[in-house]
């Protein structure tokens, strides 16, 4: 199955947690925080400007980007992989290689 994200919203595929920290201590799933990171997976076509016209999304699929740590409230299951749609608005930043 495929999504498709409406306007300016984007599908992205949260990046795995941290099950170590940096001194190399397992942390149990219970401990774990969510990364604020992930891949797009999908984009909306785009926003209706006030004159009609449609403002094209500043990111594109496969940008690697940083959104809001209480982003995951729309959260969905598509072919049993959880992604998050989020509006272009709630993304922070692009990583860049």
Do not use: H
């Amino acid at each position: 199955m495929k999504i498709r994200p409406l306007r300016d919203r984007v599908v992205v595929r949260r990046e795995e947690e941290e099950t170590t920290t940096s001194g190399g201590i397992v942390l149990p799933g219970s401990a774990t925080e969510k990364p604020n990171q992930g891949v797009i997976v999908a984009v909306g076509d785009g926003a209706y400007l006030d004159n009609g016209e449609r403002r094209p999304l500043g990111v594109t699929v496969g940008d690697k980007v940083i959104f809001g740590k209480y982003a995951d409230s729309n959260t969905v299951k598509v072919d049993g992989e959880e992604l998050i749609i989020l509006s272009e608005s709630d993304i922070y930043a692009v990583l860049e290689a």
